[in-house]
């Protein structure tokens, strides 16, 4: 157990609605990343967020916003969703940020089927 | 990070024997290089890492070796056994943002 959640586990909805996935990072951790899993792509960085602030932006589509609020947990909003949404979404978190890479950790993840 | 190549992207092993999961990175700027291992239905989990002021990096069972000119860094698993079945990702950052490849399962047979 690394110590991050997410939830909902799996999250089944239909192509055009709005999701939210959320994720709590590891007691002291200020660093939350999304990243997104397909088949097809691999593991890919969608958007980074230190102590509540944007860091770093990946692929992530416009149709997709994420934030992290005072409590540091983080939330990863997929909104007019697509058939090729539906991967896996996994939530990483990490000490710190900045000139040194820190260890990410990561959450179970939150399987997503759009249909 | 820009594009990192992982290879093979299958491996079968028998029980006992050794692996070597090999990753080629492309920015001279990366200095960290970590490895995780997914298993069905779980979330990465990070088993061993480098920095670039390091060579080689052993736990247990596990080593990392980095060739920083070559630009590359390998993943070797002795004594494999079946519970070491699983999906491997070689990753590298240069500030903050990880990049992986994309991934190798290994497969060890009893």
């Known amino acids: 157990d690394s110590g991050v959640t997410q939830t909902p586990k799996h999250l089944i909805t239909a192509t055009g609605q709005r999701v939210t996935l959320r994720c709590s990072p590891r007691?002291?951790?200020?660093?939350v990343y999304w990243y997104q899993q397909s088949l097809d792509q691999g593991l890919q960085f969608l958007i980074h967020y230190y102590n509540g602030e944007e860091r770093a932006k990946g692929n992530i589509l416009e149709r997709f916003s994420a934030q992290q609020f005072p409590d540091l947990h983080s939330e990863l909003n997929l909104s007019s969703l697509e058939l090729g949404d539906s991967a896996l979404y996994f939530c990483?978190?990490?000490?710190?940020?900045?000139?040194?890479?820190?260890?990410?950790?990561f959450g179970p993840g939150t399987r997503l089927t759009v249909t | 990070g820009e594009n990192v190549e992982q290879h093979p992207s299958t491996l079968s092993v028998q029980e006992g024997d050794s692996a070597v999961i090999k990753c080629t990175y492309s920015?001279?700027?990366?200095?960290?290089f970590p490895w995780y291992k997914q298993e069905l239905g779980k979330g990465p989990q990070l088993i061993i890492d480098i920095r670039s002021n390091v060579g080689e990096k052993k736990d247990q069972r596990i080593a990392v070796t980095l060739n920083k000119t070559a630009k590359h860094f390998s993943l070797h698993i002795t004594e494999t056994q079946p519970e070491d079945s699983a999906v491997y990702f070689c990753g590298e950052s240069g500030y903050s943002t990880l990049t992986f490849g994309k991934g190798t399962m290994l497969l060890v047979s009893p």
């Open positions: 920015d001279s700027a990366s200095n960290y």
């Open positions: 007691s002291g951790d200020l660093s």
């Open positions: 990483a978190s990490s000490v710190g940020w900045g000139a040194s890479t820190y260890e990410q950790y």
